[in-house]
């Protein structure tokens, strides 16, 4: 069985600070785990995976997570928001297989205020 | 194609019609999967097919949803007496064999009036 967790719903920063969104999972086998973004009116689209390689994870416009297996967090960050970063991100745990092969978190809506 | 491609990416119907909603997968990928995102909410699995065959399809909100997949590629989403509940956006996404990330669609808009 899987699960994720996204400890926050809404999140506002202001341009140019910090961005950090919490995600929590649990798995019974190693887990992919995903962070994809969606905007407005838009699809989803795959900012970054962890795939059992390196901990820490590099995406697309800036966005890394670090996976912790001691803490069961995939944590996504960038150093610096930007306006264009407004969206909604889910969290995204996945089995090989199965009809759930992808658990989606509940989402977390990102506001940046100029 | 170069990615998942979904059709028509807008759809205003009256209640009680039937609609149809297509997807077409990456080229080469064998998974493909249907989900819903009603306004406001988190995404609902629907579906779920390798190659041709649909291995589950509990998440299915109601016998008037229907859906299938043809030659291991195209897929058609069909709801049939649509209700203003079905309102949402339908979401395709499709992963190859050998890759576990999965590729999504821009969705199909359905309103239904």
């Known amino acids: 069985a899987q699960s994720v967790t996204q400890l926050d719903s809404h999140v506002s920063v202001s341009e140019g600070t910090p961005v950090l969104l919490r995600c929590n999972y649990s798995?019974?086998?190693?887990?992919?785990l995903f962070w994809y973004v969606q905007h407005p009116n838009k699809g989803l689209q795959l900012l970054l995976k962890y795939t059992s390689a390196a901990t820490l994870v590099k995406g697309i416009n800036g966005f890394e997570a670090e996976f912790k297996k001691s803490e069961t967090s995939f944590h996504l960050t960038k150093p610096s928001a930007h306006m264009s970063d407004a969206a909604e991100y889910f969290c995204?745990?996945?089995?090989?297989?199965?009809?759930?092969?992808?658990?989606f978190g509940s989402g977390t809506r990102l506001q940046v205020q100029p | 194609g170069a990615g998942v491609s979904q059709s028509p990416s807008n759809k205003v119907t009256e209640k009680g019609k039937d609609v149809e909603l297509r997807c077409d997968p990456i080229?080469?990928?064998?998974?493909l999967y249907w989900y819903r995102q009603s306004l406001g909410q988190g995404l609902e699995f629907l579906i779920y097919?390798?190659?041709?065959?649909?291995?589950?399809k509990s998440g299915l909100p109601s016998d008037r949803f229907s859906a299938e997949r043809t030659g291991g590629s195209v897929s058609t989403l069909t709801i049939q007496r649509t209700q203003q509940e079905d309102s949402a956006v339908y979401l395709c996404a499709s992963r190859g064999e050998s890759g576990n990330t999965i590729y999504f669609g821009e969705g199909s808009w359905l309103t239904v009036v």
């Open positions: 995204v745990v996945s089995g090989w297989t199965g009809r759930r092969a992808l658990t």
């Open positions: 080229s080469g990928h064998t998974a």
């Open positions: 798995s019974s086998y190693s887990p992919s």
């Open positions: 097919f390798q190659g041709n065959s649909a291995p589950d």
